[in-house]
């Protein structure tokens, strides 16, 4: 029998059942905290990366040269056009070579590129940074997703030339937040530089002044990529909704930061006046820090000036780009049917009429090769070269080290043996959808979703293609405006019936194509 006091020598953690995991909820912010730390990995992996360069580069600090950059170009970037790369570079060079002033100015300009090229991920293919974590789903299973983000962007400008802007997850790294509502930030930052101001902090200020302009250049940004996607395609923007209210809010988002900001340059030449009528050890440095601060507030009422002007015009440009892409006349292009066209016709052929028209089909499709000598001295060397003796079987192949893939289809063999089986209404009367899918849930309960999905897939049958490969019956589903009535699906109750294709027409075309 176990005493009372036995008892209190367990812990709790080992007596309780085991805690399930955390709500979607909690782990969205955890998710968060891990976007953050990915979009700090490139500026640590400078660091780590600087001692693979040909010389002595371990004196300089490429993460500091990297904010830098992402500084400038967030501060240069227009409207329409970004920062322009060789006027980034004259402008690291200074820091660059505070770090190491003994160092050749050549020196100096090779980190600012390397500093530059590597935020852009010049190497990579997409030049973007990818990063993986995990997050636990509602049901409390485990999953790893991929988190891809860009920090400087090479755009191509209306004047022509490629300019360099920042991505929003550049700017929050810039300002350490990240997938923080634009208006909310923004409008924090600006009260919070207001209190600071009042309080006399100038230096405080300052800080929390720059953050105000990063947050307004990422509400311009996320404008500006709005009204691109317009001129892509109007459609791909919802303009009904989503649209209009984002105009209106960032007009209101304006006019508010307008009255702050001329709020925030009265305090500030306040301070400014109190600063002048003292003369002691601090009047030079709370001068300096006013006039930077005047600088800084006017340069947002430059840029919320801008961002007002492009908001009054996007109404326009998007009923011009919808009657220019409305009235455009679509482009003429033929797709190539390689099995109807290539390989079914050919393959009945004898082999010497049938190599005629494969080298005829190769010959345009390979491109163009690139012959193995182009100057006259590869010509010498490969003439002169001995050749080298092979092997009589030729070189050992190494091992294939094979995986097998996973099998991750929700759909088994037997579950689309079971739903061809259904649709196969060769010999009899259409069927209505909703009498396929009672008939389905009665045989599995996954079934009517592959039921539901080929129907769906038969309202627009590749009739074409079917006739092309010899095919002898097509399913195919038409809507004559039936609801369907099912506990599970909504739509049309379609009709779904089985065609025969023209067998003696498509024999004909094959002879004809021999």
């Not at 860009?150 to 004047?159: A, M, N």
Request: proline share 6%; aromatic share 6%; with cysteine.
């Amino acid at each position: 029998m176990t005493s009372p006091a036995s008892t209190d020598l367990v812990p709790p953690q080992l007596s309780a059942a085991p805690r399930p995991a955390q709500g979607p909820a909690a782990d969205e912010g955890l998710a968060r905290r891990l976007r953050a730390l990915a979009c700090t990995a490139p500026l640590h992996d400078l660091d780590a990366r600087k001692a693979n360069l040909a010389g002595e580069y371990t004196v300089y600090a490429m993460a500091e040269v990297a904010l830098a950059a992402i500084d400038l170009i967030t501060l240069n970037m227009d409207f329409d056009t970004g920062a322009d790369h060789e006027q980034i570079v004259a402008r690291l060079l200074p820091r660059v070579a505070a770090q190491a002033p003994s160092r050749p100015a050549a020196e100096h300009e090779r980190v600012a590129r390397w500093v530059l090229e590597n935020l852009i991920n010049v190497g990579s293919v997409d030049r973007g940074f990818r990063a993986v974590y995990g997050t636990f789903g509602a049901d409390g299973v485990y999953t790893r997703r991929d988190y891809d983000f860009k920090l400087i962007e090479e755009v191509p400008g209306y004047g022509g030339g490629v300019y360099l802007r920042t991505t929003d997850e550049a700017v929050n790294v810039l300002v350490g937040a990240l997938d923080t509502d634009v208006t909310s930030a923004q409008i924090a930052a600006e009260v919070k530089l207001e209190v600071l101001i009042n309080r006399g902090r100038l230096a405080d200020a300052q800080l929390a002044a720059e953050q105000a302009r990063y947050r307004t250049v990422q509400y311009a940004e996320t404008l500006r990529k709005t009204l691109e996607a317009t001129r892509r395609n109007v459609r791909a923007v919802d303009w009904l909704n989503a649209v209009p209210d984002m105009i209106a809010e960032a007009l209101d988002h304006v006019a508010d930061r307008y009255r702050h900001e001329n709020a925030i340059l009265t305090n500030i030449r306040k301070a400014r006046d109190e600063a002048e009528s003292t003369s002691d050890a601090k009047t030079a440095e709370h001068k300096r820090r006013a006039a930077e601060l005047v600088d800084i507030v006017k340069d947002c009422i430059r840029r919320h000036t801008q961002l007002q002007s492009r908001l009054l015009d996007a109404g326009p440009l998007f009923r011009a780009e919808q009657d220019r892409q409305a009235f455009a006349a679509p482009t003429a292009y033929t797709g190539l049917d390689l099995y109807g066209q290539l390989v079914a016709p050919t393959l009945p052929l004898p082999v010497e009429q049938a190599v005629r028209v494969t080298d005829a089909f190769f010959a345009r499709g390979t491109g163009l090769r690139t012959p193995a000598s182009v100057r006259l001295g590869d010509l010498v060397d490969l003439l002169l070269t001995p050749p080298v003796e092979r092997e009589h079987l030729g070189a050992e192949m190494p091992e294939p080290d094979l995986i097998a893939t996973p099998d991750d289809s929700r759909f088994s063999e037997e579950q689309l043996a079971s739903a061809l089986r259904l649709l196969d209404l060769e010999h009899d009367a259409p069927r209505r959808l909703s009498g396929l899918l009672a008939e389905a849930r009665e045989l599995d309960g996954d079934l009517p979703y592959l039921v539901a999905l080929l129907a769906v897939h038969a309202a627009s049958p590749p009739v074409g293609t079917a006739y092309r490969q010899g095919e002898e019956r097509l399913l195919f589903a038409v809507d004559d405006g039936t609801p369907l009535d099912d506990p599970e699906f909504g739509g049309a109750d379609l009709i779904v019936g089985t065609a025969l294709l023209d067998a003696v027409g498509m024999a004909a075309d094959r002879s004809e194509a021999s």
